[in-house]
């Protein structure tokens, strides 16, 4: 197992957490981002694609946050991260904490770059998806 991925996709999800989506230099060109539940599941391809996933998911929320509750490596190429999102709607002003916003990201990496992000709003499903269960080990630091 690689704790060297784990390192990468830790350092992805840091800048998000902070509200900061600007920099994608950890990103393949090639990468795939799928959102594979939700209202709208869709996929994007590339660093254009990646770019337009960041604005569709950003555009309806004031200070938007995707915050990590834990991660969880897999095998070598696959970290399975745990988040929840915060954040204020524009139009509506609905708090996202008030809402079950617990998500799950597999993120797929490759010699030190992400090449594909799998994005579940239904965290079941994405352990279902996995054949894992919700108490599986917690890679900590």
């Given at each position: 197992m690689s704790q060297e991925n784990v390192a990468i996709v830790r350092s992805v999800f840091a800048a998000p957490e902070r509200g900061d989506f600007s920099d994608a230099?950890?990103?393949?060109?090639e990468i795939e981002y799928v959102i594979v539940d939700g209202p709208e599941p869709t996929s994007y391809k590339g660093l254009a694609g990646?770019?337009?996933?960041?604005?569709?998911?950003?555009?309806p929320w004031e200070r938007y946050?995707?915050?990590v509750d834990e991660y969880r490596e897999l095998e070598a190429e696959r970290v399975l991260v745990l988040t929840h999102a915060s954040g204020r709607g524009k139009a509506s002003g609905l708090?996202?904490?008030a809402l079950s916003t617990q998500q799950a990201q597999v993120v797929?990496?490759?010699?030190?770059?992400?090449?594909?992000?799998?994005?579940?709003?239904?965290?079941?499903?994405?352990?279902?998806?996995?054949?894992?269960?919700s108490d599986a080990p917690v890679v900590t630091e």
């Amino acid at each position: 197992m690689s704790q060297e991925n784990v390192a990468i996709v830790r350092s992805v999800f840091a800048a998000p957490e902070r509200g900061d989506f600007s920099d994608a230099g950890w990103a393949h060109p090639e990468i795939e981002y799928v959102i594979v539940d939700g209202p709208e599941p869709t996929s994007y391809k590339g660093l254009a694609g990646l770019a337009q996933a960041m604005r569709d998911m950003l555009s309806p929320w004031e200070r938007y946050r995707g915050n990590v509750d834990e991660y969880r490596e897999l095998e070598a190429e696959r970290v399975l991260v745990l988040t929840h999102a915060s954040g204020r709607g524009k139009a509506s002003g609905l708090e996202l904490d008030a809402l079950s916003t617990q998500q799950a990201q597999v993120v797929h990496v490759r010699d030190g770059k992400v090449t594909k992000i799998l994005v579940y709003y239904n965290r079941a499903r994405a352990f279902a998806d996995l054949g894992l269960a919700s108490d599986a080990p917690v890679v900590t630091e």
